[in-house]
């Protein structure tokens, strides 16, 4: 926008840059996609005068020469805006504890001139670690601003804001080229395509794509000079450490003593040990699912009063009518059957933050590596696979930092099963009807329990299908795990505040979006139908002057109507898993999204009901089946439902990813029909086992 200055947010992984982010930006953030990639932007402003200042945070990355796509991504834009300017400058997050890492790109984003200032970062943890820098000293030393903060704290974060609105002219130092050779590249290079320094050598190792038309010169350029990238790059890595290592040696002091005594390194012994990391990793989930249930009653209750309240206000407020019957028995009940589960969503995403935060993320995938291996993934699928607990779709695009295209494409394929966050409300639903309220010990509560269970099957799942398509996908590549395991660091507080709040913004919009649609729909369809069956149901009541006519007669239209007609025809396909056509139409309904269910079952039960029954659960206790008479919601019924759930591709995001990052539909199409085929097998085996 005019009068706006861009400013973006590069640093390797585990640096802080999502912290400085969340410190700089709060809750003015934004996400969406880089220009040609499903990869996620991350964007948030700063009110400044006299411009405003728009951040973008950049996937982290540890040097021009990318090794996965999020890398990739990164290195896209930073090249892409020394050619159209889309950054005014860029602030590069350096990890103090790990200041020989940082600067590696450090000295690359100097020699392609960019406008750059040196957030040092993570200093209490160096400190702690026994190493001090100098940052005047360094500031001297890279020919840039450096400024000392704590993004945890938001020490020095007002301090760096300034630095970046001050003009700095580029800086004049050069780590590179240094010798003839790579001069001799640079100069042919520039006289092909204009570019020069060290922007043409980056362009002609790793990044001749982003060129255009003068792709085709710096191809004949790399056949003729005989250029090697891989040498190149290598070379580059090479020199570079040689020039750190000087800098250091006079910016950075180190107390061998203390660094002897780091905490990290002591609680890893036990959290990556190979028996108590296993049993600590199931203690830690066993307790999230805890956390789910118990936490969350309360406020679950409150709000499922409030809705229920709603409903009322507008029965009893408005004129009787179309417009009221909509709000009432179907927009309300459909957005409350979603925000309902708000606080167990809350819940999931602040203990997701928190095992990122503190660093344990990356220590499950150290420890499960191993199994990983065996299973036809490795240790880098665990991130996405966990990640698949909150969305999969988020979590597919995680997958492109796992360099191995086999290993990649059996974690795609895979991280559905993993039981997201959108099937936690049809799970919770589905258990508090066969199981009630209990406690093991005084302190287990059994639903939270089955809900573990439920989550335990999604990762057994997952597991056993990546150990199949092991086999039925050919190896190209070699395998091999690199990962850093980040300090453990205390969780920042803000960082889970707005995880919390900005995740079930995402949550309630888009899926609101999608209910309120689906509810006025199913509204229709349910209070509607053929002219002559609801004339003749009339007429047939109108002549009963019983207690429960009123009610026996709604629930006859409702049979009767569009909603009954279409849940009738395909019931016969579903009868066998224990479901009736309503159960029909809701699966039906969620192919949008897995939450929708328990909105479109809101909905419908809301239809022609009995008004007494104020809660989804006493609404769905007291279903019957029309044929038989007997409860819908059996304990066979109920689990059918769950593992079916379980194991289906319920939702449209989660197809269009994988058929963004897989290149096409046929991979897309598999997962689609596999999940599907694997989700009707297993339920009609439960649902038959235990009739």
Known sequence: MPGSMHIALAGNPNSGKTTLFNALTGLSQKTGNFPGTTVEKKTGTISQKPKELIVTDLPGFYSMYPKGEDENVSVQAILGSLKKQHYDKIVFVADASNLKRSLLLCTQLVDLELPLVVALNMTDVAENKGIHIDADLLSRRLQVPVVKINARKSEGVKELVEEVKTRFPHPPTSYFPSNAEEKQIAEA??????????????????????????????????????????????????????????????????????????????????????????LLFLLIFFSLFQAIFTLAEYPMTWIEQAFSWMSELVIHSLPPGIITNI??????????????????????????????DTGYMARVSFILDRLMRKLGLNGKSVVPLIGGMACAVA????????????????????????????????????????????????????????????????????????????????????????????VYKWPVWRNIYYSMLNKSKDFVGEAGKVIVAVS??????????????????????????????????????????????????????????????????????????????????????????????????????????SRTGKPVYTIPT???????????????????????????????????VFMTVVAYLSSLIVYQALS
């Open 638 to 672: 109920a689990l059918s439902l769950m593992v079916f759930y379980a194991f289906s591709l319920q939702c449209i995001s989660t197809i269009a990813v994988t058929k963004r990052e897989t290149g096409g539909w046929k991979w897309a199409i598999i997962q689609f």
């Open 189 to 278: 290079v520039h006289k092909a395509t204009g570019i020069k320094n060290y922007f043409a050598n980056t362009l002609l190792a790793r990044n001749t794509h982003l060129l255009g038309e003068e792709k085709a010169s710096v191809q004949m350029l790399i056949a003729g000079l005989k250029f090697d990238p891989n040498a190149h790059q290598i070379d580059d890595s090479m020199e570079r450490y040689a020039r750190i290592e000087e800098i250091l040696a006079t910016v950075q002091k180190i107390d061998g003593e203390k660094a002897k005594r780091e905490l990290s390194t002591k609680i890893d012994r036990i959290l990556t040990h190979r028996v108590y990391g296993y």
């Open 327 to 356: 709000v009432a028995n179907g927009i309300i009940p459909g957005l409350g059957g979603v925000v309902v589960f708000l606080p167990q969503i809350m819940i999931l995403f602040a203990f997701l933050t928190v095992l990122e």
């Open 520 to 625: 006025i729909v199913l509204w229709f369809m349910g209070s509607y139908g053929p002219k002559a069956d609801f004339e003749r149901i009339e007429a047939k009541y109108a002549r009963v002057q019983e207690k429960d006519s009123e009610l026996n007669e709604a629930s006859e239209k409702l049979e009767a109507s569009y909603a009954g007609i279409f849940g009738k025809f395909i019931e016969p396909a579903i009868r066998p898993l224990g479901y009736d056509w309503k159960i029909g139409i809701a699966l039906l309904s969620s192919l949008a999204a897995r939450e929708v269910f328990v909105g479109t079952m809101s909905t419908l039960y809301s239809i022609g009901e009995d008004a007494d029954m104020k809660t989804l659960k006493e609404k769905l206790q007291q279903a019957t089946d």
């Open 395 to 486: 979590s597919i695009l995680t997958t492109r930092n796992i360099e191995n295209k086999k290993e990649r494409l059996i974690t795609i394929l895979v991280t559905p099963f993993m039981s997201c966050s959108a099937r936690l409300p049809v799970y919770t639903v589905l258990i508090s009807l066969i199981v009630d309220e209990r406690y093991l010990f005084g302190f287990i509560n059994i639903q939270g329990l089955l809900l573990l269970g439920m989550y335990l099957l999604g990762i057994i799942a997952s597991l056993a299908f990546s150990f199949l398509l092991s086999f039925l996908i050919k190896q190209t590549e070699k395998n091999y795990f690199i990962m850093e395991l980040p």
